[in-house]
């Protein structure tokens, strides 16, 4: 997923979220597109949707990849993740 994040992930970056059983853990994934198709490129399962708890999860991400500087992000409507 790193070598994806790296090669892929400097221009657009998809956010896909999935809402897990409980409704109350969603699962988030970071795709990118590739060559053929598209790639997840990082994951995380945050405890709610707020725009700390996800600036949180983002901020790891960007740890663990510090060269990532991804142009634009295309997510859904709600504010917490803009």
Same mark, same amino acid.
């Given at each position: ?22 409704? %109350?853990?969603? @699962?988030?994934? @970071?795709?990118?597109? *590739? ?7 990082? %994951?995380?399962? %945050? *405890?709610?949707?707020?725009?700390? %708890?996800?600036? *949180?999860? @983002? ?7 510090? *060269? ?15």
């Amino acid at each position: 997923m790193k070598s994806l994040l790296q090669k892929y992930g400097q221009q657009v970056v998809c956010w896909m979220q999935h809402i897990t059983h409980s409704r %109350t853990q969603p @699962l988030v994934l @970071l795709v990118c597109a *590739e060559n053929i198709d598209t790639q997840v490129v990082a %994951t995380f399962i %945050t *405890e709610d949707e707020r725009a700390p %708890t996800i600036a *949180e999860a @983002l901020g790891v991400i960007r740890v663990a990849n510090p *060269e990532w500087r991804a142009k634009y992000f295309i997510t859904d409507q709600p504010d917490a993740e803009i």
